[in-house]
Antibody, heavy 119, light 108 residues
Framework: QVQLQESGPGLVKPSQTLSLICTVS??????????WTWIRQPAGKGLQWIGR???????NYNPSLRSQVAMSVDTSNNQFSLTLTSVTAADTAVYYC???????????WGQGTLVTVAS | EIVLTQSPGTLSLSPGERASLSCRAS???????LTWYQQKPGQAPRLLIY???SRATGIPDRFSGSGSGTDFTLTITRLEPEDFAVYYC?????????FGQGTRLEFK
């Protein structure tokens, strides 16, 4: 079964760029069964959808984050990535990658990675 | 963009009781794209219900989803100790995803 694992720096300085990678195992990122999605959750708060990318590279982003966000897919390494520019403390959160079905529910999920924005 | 409002914010019940969690949409939502998740502390959310009423693989039959239009409900009959967690509803529309703010189900 498909499993996901996030990786990347746990600490990013304000105004810098946050970059995370999600590695897909147990299946091909090219299978067509999923869109590939990022979701985040500040401590003690709810879930915020960041955006999705398809294997063709087509993207949709949360309008509130669109100016900061970029996503890409690396099919040769079975990975997809998130870049968030000009981060502030408000971007501190646990970041999850997930597979989004064609009916737009999320399963599977990565375990999540905490990213703290601080100097 | 559809806004999802969950109520109550916190629900205090005892094991064996029945829980009803509400998810109200700001405009008509497609049942095909209404999903429920369970999240426990330190864990990723877990898919419970998709298409408003279909249980995901491995989800016990004490969990059920219902509703249409703007009003959706997650019902848990006969609460088990492991059911005390935070529950989120989620919707897809116009290529965007929205989540409700969550309902915390706690021990009474």
């Amino acid at each position: 079964q498909v499993q996901l694992q996030e990786s990347g720096p746990g600490l990013v300085k304000p105004s810098q760029t946050l970059s995370l990678i999600c590695t897909v195992s147990g299946g091909s990122i090219n299978s067509g069964a999923y869109y590939w999605t990022w979701i985040r959750q500040p401590a003690g708060k709810g879930l915020q959808w960041i955006g999705r990318i398809s294997v063709t590279g087509s993207t949709n982003y949360n309008p509130s984050l669109r100016s900061q966000v970029a996503m890409s897919v690396d099919t040769s390494n079975n990975q997809f990535s998130l870049t968030l520019t000009s981060v502030t403390a408000a971007d501190t959160a646990v970041y999850y990658c997930a597979g989004e079905s064609i009916y737009h529910w999320f399963d599977p999920w990565g375990q999540g990675t905490l990213v703290t924005v601080a100097s | 963009e559809i806004v999802l409002t969950q109520s109550p914010g916190t629900l205090s019940l005892s094991p064996g009781e029945r829980a009803s969690l509400s998810c109200r949409a700001s405009q008509r939502a497609s049942s095909n794209y209404l999903t429920w998740y369970q999240q426990k502390p330190g864990q990723a959310p877990r898919l419970l219900i998709y298409g408003a009423s279909s249980r995901a693989t491995g989800i016990p039959d004490r969990f059920s989803g219902s509703g249409s239009g703007t009003d959706f409900t997650l019902t848990i009959t006969r609460l088990e100790p492991e059911d005390f967690a935070v529950y989120y509803c989620q919707h897809f529309g116009d290529s965007l995803i929205s989540f409700g703010q969550g309902t915390r189900l706690e021990f009474k």
